[in-house]
């Protein structure tokens, strides 16, 4: 009976080792396989990651050239950039995770293509204007050089050609006047009859100025550099201050425009001597002239 439960126990004590070999077998291969899962797990990762490495790359080389398209394609890469530092952060993954990443990875791709189509017309019409500026830039600097030829070879002529927006004043003429008892004024040459000061000029043509409101100021100074009948004062383009003795705004619509101004003064503030009326357009000098009383 004794030797009867010893032998049990011996084919007892094989079977638990065979099994422990057999399971000790298992985990080993087990573990071997999980590795060999993980490992191709961390290598469709990182091959993910790569790729959009390279996608934002592209991005950032599209986003480089400045077009109208530069803020959405800045929010697409973004997009890009928040997705790959989330795989990369993630410390767990599986083959259900990296088919979603994939399939959102495709999604983008086809985003990148219209996007970048769209883009790289724009670049190809950008660089097309670019070229035509050029060629205006180009023929507008030969007109400037051929018309500053002209006004050169005709400094006596009153109308000259502007080039640019700025306005300027041609046929500028100042005449004192006198004052009879019925309330005529007549012109005069002596300073001692002078009760007044005709202006008048013409705002030459320019078909390129804006047309709208423009202020128009007249300012009369003798030698000295007094302005004669101040009225107030306005700031030129420098930012410098300057007094004028009457103003007025014209609606400008690029056609010339004839003004005359009457400046009343005490004659007895008025000298022999040269007096000068400068006329400005807004900020801007913009033509004078000059009499000179006895």
């Not at 398209?69 to 952060?89: A, F, H, Q, T, V």
């Not at 410390?91 to 999604?107: D, P, T």
């Not at 009457?246 to 005359?260: A, H, Q």
């Not at 009343?264 to 009326?277: A, F, H, L, P, S």
Request: zero cysteines; proline letters at 0%; glycine letters at 4%.
């Amino acid at each position: 009976m004794e030797e009867s439960t010893k032998s049990n126990n011996k084919f007892l004590l094989i079977g638990l080792a065979v099994l422990l070999i057999a399971v000790s077998i298992y985990t080993i291969y087990n573990n071997s396989e999980h590795k060999k899962l993980t490992n191709a797990i961390e290598t469709e990762k990182n091959e993910i990651a790569v790729n959009l490495d390279s996608m934002i790359a592209k991005y950032e080389t599209a986003i480089a050239k400045n077009t109208s398209m530069s803020n959405e394609l800045s929010l697409e890469r973004d997009k890009i950039i928040l997705l790959r530092d989330s795989i990369k952060g993630m410390k767990v993954i599986n083959y259900e995770m990296l088919r979603k990443f994939r399939g959102q990875i495709f999604k983008l791709e086809e985003t990148n293509k219209q996007l970048f189509q769209k883009n790289e017309l724009l670049t190809s019409a950008n660089r097309k204007l670019t070229s035509n500026l050029d060629s205006v830039n180009v023929e507008i600097s030969n007109q400037i050089k051929k018309f500053d030829t002209l006004s050169t070879i005709n400094k006596g002529l009153t109308e000259k050609v502007i080039i640019g927006s700025v306005l300027k004043v041609n046929s500028a003429k100042i005449l004192a006047m006198r004052e009879r008892s019925g309330g005529k004024l007549v012109e005069t040459s002596r300073s001692r009859n002078a009760d007044a000061f005709r202006v008048n000029f013409t705002i030459a043509q320019n078909e390129i100025s804006e047309q709208g409101e423009r202020q128009v100021y007249i300012q009369i100074v003798d030698l000295k550099g007094n302005t004669i009948a101040k009225k107030g004062s306005f700031m030129l383009f420098d930012n410098t201050e300057a007094n004028y003795s009457d103003k007025t705004t014209i609606n400008y619509l690029n056609e010339p425009i004839d003004i005359i101004s009457l400046v009343e003064v005490n004659r007895d503030n008025i000298n022999e001597g040269v007096y000068t009326v400068n006329i400005f357009i807004e900020n801007k000098f913009a033509g004078a002239s000059q009499i000179t009383l006895k």
